[in-house]
């Protein structure tokens, strides 16, 4: 954490402007603050804290909104907090704010799934950006997918899986960089059927979303991506509805939370049908992962207990699927636009080589 010590509204003589007008003031040290940030090539989103100090903090709550609008406006999401001062020091001043920004070469993703393999043969790709970005990854897995098909040829039963498929799972974590992986211990629940009283989409929604919270607040995360489940598995809901739940009570309110998804095109070219898939008009992010799939493949086949349905697309739809992933944001709200590049805060996003593409003089 680098500190950014105290701001207030106060003129390049140190005289208090806007004595006993707590809005001014407030706006004031603000863009004081953002003048010191821009100067070190920062903004209010690379802030990770926020802390105002005030003698009258009736006063600054009644004008809080002068700071909470600029912090939407910019997408910051620091921690705020009010303490009440004593004493600012000047006469009159009624608001000082001190900073700490998060050091820049430091980003966390976090990914939560419901089965091993949804996070190589759906997030696979994500992962790795995250690895080659420099971030660390953390990896939550509702079950140990105990109801997935054994692999023909594999002699595995199904008795065989629970054990199989986390080891996969945490051997496909290690390829794609991941640092730590929490398999929370419910069981799978099959896609239809009367689910088993410890499965996944028996257990109470408050309870998968309380754990899945925790883990938030645990991981402090700068992006969450879970799965859009627009292949129908109700494991797959559970697991995006508690992460979605979860998002609405941790403490640490990570910069941006993604869905994975499907492409609706390609899924009903794979299936046929028509209803699966997020819509493509609703995919706000397009990641060029095409450098990633050599990665991206052997963390597949380290999941040799199953089948990955790509081995049953030709190669142009295999690509189609492998090769971009494709995400909707759903935190900050998106505003319309062509999609995004990348899932990357912008304060991570530039950490890799840039490279310089020059136009050829006419
Ligand atoms: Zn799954």
Not at 84 to 113: H, I, K, N
Not at 254 to 282: I, N, Q
Request: proline letters at 7%; aromatic letters at 2%; a negative charge.
């Amino acid at each position: 954490m680098t500190s950014i010590p105290q701001h207030g509204p106060l003129d390049e003589c140190g005289r208090l402007v806007h004595a006993e007008d707590p809005a001014a003031q407030l706006a004031l040290t603000v863009s004081r603050l953002e003048a010191t940030l821009a100067a070190d090539g920062l903004g209010l989103a690379d802030v990770a804290t926020l802390h105002l100090s005030s003698p009258d903090l009736d006063a600054i709550d009644g004008v809080l909104d002068v700071l909470t609008e600029r912090l939407d406006a910019t997408g910051a999401r620091p921690e705020l907090l009010l303490t009440r001062a004593a004493s600012l020091g000047v006469p009159g001043m009624l608001v000082a704010l001190d900073a700490t920004v998060a050091e820049r070469s430091t980003g966390t993703l976090l990914v939560v799934v419901a089965h091993p393999d949804d996070e190589a043969f759906g997030c696979g790709s994500v992962l790795a950006h995250a690895a080659a970005h420099g971030l660390r990854s953390v990896v939550v897995c509702a079950t140990r997918g105990e109801l997935g098909e054994p692999a023909p040829g594999s002699g595995l039963t199904r008795a065989d899986l629970p054990t199989v498929r986390e080891r996969e799972l945490r051997e496909a974590c290690r390829l794609l960089g991941a640092e730590r992986v929490e398999v929370l211990g419910y069981v799978d629940s099959g896609v239809d059927g009367e689910p088993a009283p410890d499965a996944l989409a028996a257990a109470p929604a408050a309870e998968v979303r309380d754990r899945v919270a925790a883990l938030i607040d645990d991981v402090r995360p700068d992006v969450v991506v879970t799965l859009d489940a627009s292949d129908g598995h109700r494991d797959h809901a559970v697991v995006r509805d508690a992460t979605l739940a979860a998002l609405e009570q941790v403490a640490h309110r990570p910069r941006r939370t993604y869905l994975f998804c499907l492409a609706r095109s390609l899924m009903r070219e794979f299936t046929g049908v028509a209803t699966l898939g997020t819509p493509d008009e609703d995919l706000t992010t397009l990641v060029d992962v095409a450098d990633l799939l050599d990665l991206r493949w052997r963390a597949i086949r380290t999941h040799a207990s199953q089948v990955p349905p790509f081995d049953a697309m030709g190669p142009e739809l295999q690509h189609g699927f492998l090769a971009v992933d494709r995400l909707r944001r759903v935190d900050p709200p998106w505003a319309g636009g062509p999609p995004e590049t990348t899932w990357l805060p912008a304060h991570l996003a530039g950490r890799p080589t840039t490279t310089l593409t020059k136009e050829p003089l006419p």
